[in-house]
């Protein structure tokens, strides 16, 4: 596609329910990101994918937090068992070999867990 | 390890005025430097970015950036401000590329209001 791609754009959860965040980067692009953003805080790493691998995930914050990418393309970011302070935004970038290229962003998944 | 440290979250101009934002980091090597823009909800784009080469960089939308290394900073400035920049503006830092992947660290942001 044109762009990055993320949805749901909106997500609003009950505590403890699980949730998928969806990234379609960029086509031909083979690595991609995900950042999360609190408010008040800088972009978060917490995977990073090359193909359909994952060298980095040391970004993420517990268990409850995994994510695949098949094709080489689609990305999908589940959090299990939503806790308040999953609340963020949640963005994709996708780069065309290494970062030196700089990254396109999604606009980004706003998760509230009420 | 790297980091970046952004001066001010908040940043206030007045329009046609200089706009400068700072941003330090911290690199055992020498580093790739990076700036983002950020407008309500859109995802981050791409300004400027250093990797070798001449230290003052030119990005879109007018703005440029000097890579010191005697001073560890890249400052993000512009000489008149216009009211479309008003946004958040991300500094980034990664080790250089060597061919591998390499973890881009950003900073905590600064948010640029223009004031008519």
């Known amino acids: 596609g044109a762009g990055v791609s993320q949805s749901p754009s909106n997500k609003v959860t009950e505590k403890g329910k699980d949730v998928e965040l969806r990234c379609d980067p960029i086509s031909g692009h083979t690595a991609l990101y995900w950042y999360r953003q609190s408010l008040g805080q800088g972009l978060e790493f917490l995977i990073y994918f090359q193909g359909n691998s994952a060298p980095d995930k040391s970004g993420l914050p517990s268990d409850r937090f995994s994510a695949e990418r098949t094709g080489g393309s689609v990305s999908t970011l589940t959090i299990q068992r939503t806790q308040q302070e999953d609340s963020a935004v949640y963005l994709c970038?996708?780069?065309?070999?290494?970062?030196?290229?700089?990254?396109?962003f999604g606009s980004g998944t706003r998760l509230t867990v009420v | 390890a790297q980091s970046v440290t952004q001066l001010g979250s908040h940043v206030s101009v007045s329009e046609g005025a200089l706009v400068l934002l700072r941003c330090n980091y911290s690199?055992?090597?020498?580093?790739?430097l990076f700036w983002y823009v950020q407008y309500p909800n859109q995802g981050l784009q791409l300004l400027l970015k250093?990797?070798?080469?001449?230290?003052l960089v030119k990005g879109i939308n007018g703005f440029e950036a000097e890579f010191k290394k005697s001073e560890t900073s890249f400052h993000l400035t512009k000489p008149s401000a216009h009211m479309s920049d008003a946004a958040e503006y991300f500094c980034?830092?990664?080790?250089?590329?060597?061919?591998?992947?390499?973890?881009?660290?950003f900073g905590t942001g600064t948010k640029l209001q223009v004031i008519p």
């Open positions: 250093y990797t070798t080469g001449a230290t």
């Open positions: 690199s055992s090597v020498p580093p790739y």
């Open positions: 970038a996708s780069s065309y070999g290494g970062h030196t290229y700089g990254y396109t």
């Open positions: 980034a830092v990664s080790p250089p590329n060597s061919g591998g992947y390499q973890k881009v660290t």
